[in-house]
């Protein structure tokens, strides 16, 4: 059973690094498909192409990718052994097309295919502020029962860097992926830290 990871062309190309890396980190079978857009937010983002990154993750047995125009890859299909599938970070314009069914590439079809085969599906959008279209669009997917996992710092935390962020929601993503059963203490509420509050 694999996980795949859907990357579209939303700002937080490094949550998508971050995610890649700790599931091959723990030997799980990782399929990757990524958008046009989102190597040019790649590029932007972390200075490096997607390319680059890609033949990093191509020596490790448990990763495998597939272009985004490729509709006949097998994460296609329902028959594809996915346990689940997150995209991150999820642009808008994929948050729309996933909640309409509309498949203009991988990303797109291989949500459709996780919502029909009644798979988990997590999404993590990035786009600030939000208009109603952006709200509905993410409430039709809540209702089908895709998580909606927001890359929100957990401000009490009190993060120092922008690792501490991408380290708790790429933790946060981990448990919606139904790969840990909770979150990691260094990232649990302590109601004992009175100075916290
Ligand atoms: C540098 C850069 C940053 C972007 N950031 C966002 C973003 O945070 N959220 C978003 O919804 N779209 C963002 N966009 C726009 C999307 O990339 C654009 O809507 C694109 O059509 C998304 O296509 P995709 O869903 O196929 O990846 C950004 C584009 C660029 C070039």
Known sequence: MSIVVGITGAS???LALNTVDELLRRNIATAVVCSNSARLVWQDEL???FNNTLVEWQENPNFSFYPANDMRAPIASGT???KAMVVVPASMN?????AHGITSHLVHRAADVCLKERRRLVLVPRETPLNSNHLENMLTLSRMGVVVLPPEPAFYLKPQSVDDIVRFVVSRIMVALDLDESLPEEFRYD???????
């Open 12 to 14: 937080g190309s490094v």
């Open 47 to 49: 200075g490096t192409t």
């Open 80 to 82: 594809y052994p996915a």
């Open 94 to 98: 994929t948050i729309a097309s996933i």
């Open 191 to 197: 109601e004992k830290e009175d100075d916290r509050l």
